[in-house]
């Protein structure tokens, strides 16, 4: 039996990138995924349909409780269960701390963070109520490292790991496992529009000699969302190929 089988998870930010490698893997292994993102994940669930996967696409924006509600609400009415949360959807708005603006600051809270208090309170009941349910969250080694110009985004994401820290304690009595994700150097659009020389400098800080795939960070996700994974909680897994110390 495939390790997912027959389970429903939500990938949010499940579009592009990371979360879309989220959704392959869950969907190679029996899940049925509901891939939330506010940019179109049409593409991306037709190619993984063709595959054999059973995914769909909700347009949800994870810092509006409406949106949150009316898609959960759908997914309960047409599977009646959440077993799985993937708290994935996040954005940048880089720039040096005493040039950023409040709306950067703002707007990178809310989404990478904001949006775990509202889709996890959301999500919660409907695992409670089945004595069983898996939450990881986003994380990056920028929460730990801290990156020049992204002090909004290194904020969100260290806030993450405390968030899943604490969270932990309050749900375990309810058969709830709370976890995190923190990747390293992944491939994407961002760095493949980086210079070569720029990309080299980065692998030889990455004792594994190399960059991180979508498909990597897939396989970290699907431990923790898994039941082998049941005595694991409120931990960051660090997935960037020894790069950093923990």
Known sequence: MKRLEGQVAIVTGGARGIGEGICEVFCSEGAIVALWDVLDGTETVNRISKAGGK?????VDVTSQESVDTAISEI??????????????GIIRDRSF???????WDSVINVNLKSLFIVTKSVIPHMKEKGYGRIVSASSINGSAGAFGQTNYCATKAGISGFTRALCKEVGKYGITANAVAPGFVKSVMSDSMPEEVIKAGIRMIPVGRIGTPEDMGHAYLF???KESGFVSGI???ANGGAMPM
């Open 55 to 59: 995914i769909f696409y909700q347009n």
């Open 224 to 226: 923790l969302a898994s």
């Open 236 to 238: 960051t897994l660090h």
């Open 76 to 89: 309960i009415e047409k599977h009646g269960k959440i077993e799985i949360l993937i708290n994935n959807a």
């Open 98 to 104: 005493l040039k950023m603006s409040e709306d950067e």
